[in-house]
């Protein structure tokens, strides 16, 4: 069973995150963790601070009932709703995620930081940054369907164990993948035989379900978004390593950037 954690505030984002999340996976096998924290800028009083944390975790509890008569529950599925405090709240979501033994994080874009909500920051942002655990940032203009096509943008450095990853990933979901490397000059790109490379996938390792694509662009983020809204995935994939060319592509700035210029969610898996 795969184990998947939501982060959730109950603000439209990580509302449309948890929608998304109920119906992209196939929730006969799947267990839902859905995860609230209470965020404490820093310790009050000792002889306030356990009825000031109960009083927030029941506010929450609450919102947690609202949410899912809100949202169509999969039949079948196992849920189940936490709620944590702390201060660093992406680092309260990663321990939930270890203690969950949880396979993926899913955190809806676009969530900020407001103490009267008690919600994350920008809780998706610091978990690409930071989480150990494969993370998908969900925009909230996503559409709300089950992951069939995934796009796993490639660079020059992604390695033997990235594509296994991908291709176990695909198939949990019995997705297809189609593996995109944006190349910088035409004459580059032709000198690629997408055909040799997808015949060798197919022959090495028996799959059937992936094939190769390039773009010509400059800017790699330019020519990923331009693939992105040519075939529509239902899924952007990432592997970035360090001082390489997915680092460049997908660091803090242009990852929050290529997120807030497609409706494709975006999965993220590190080294």
Known sequence: MVRIIVATDFTPASKHAVEYAFNAFDAENTAFILVHVVHVDGPPPAFMFNKLIESLKLRAKYKFENLLTEITQPKFSKIINRIEYGSSVHSVIEKAAREENADLIIAGAGMRHNLEQMVMGDVATHLVSYSAFPVIIVPQQAAIKRIET????????????DFMRMMKFAEILKANVTMLHVYNNADRANSIQAKTIQELAMDKY????????????TSAVKGIIKYLNKTNPD?????????????????HRITKDLAGKSAVPMLVVKN
């Open 150 to 161: 995934i796009v796993n943008a490639t660079g020059v450095e992604q390695t033997e164990g």
């Open 206 to 217: 028996g799959f059937n379900n992936v094939r190769f694509e390039y773009e010509v662009n």
């Open 235 to 251: 899924l952007l994939a990432v592997f970035p390593h360090k001082q390489v060319y997915l680092d460049r592509i997908f660091s």
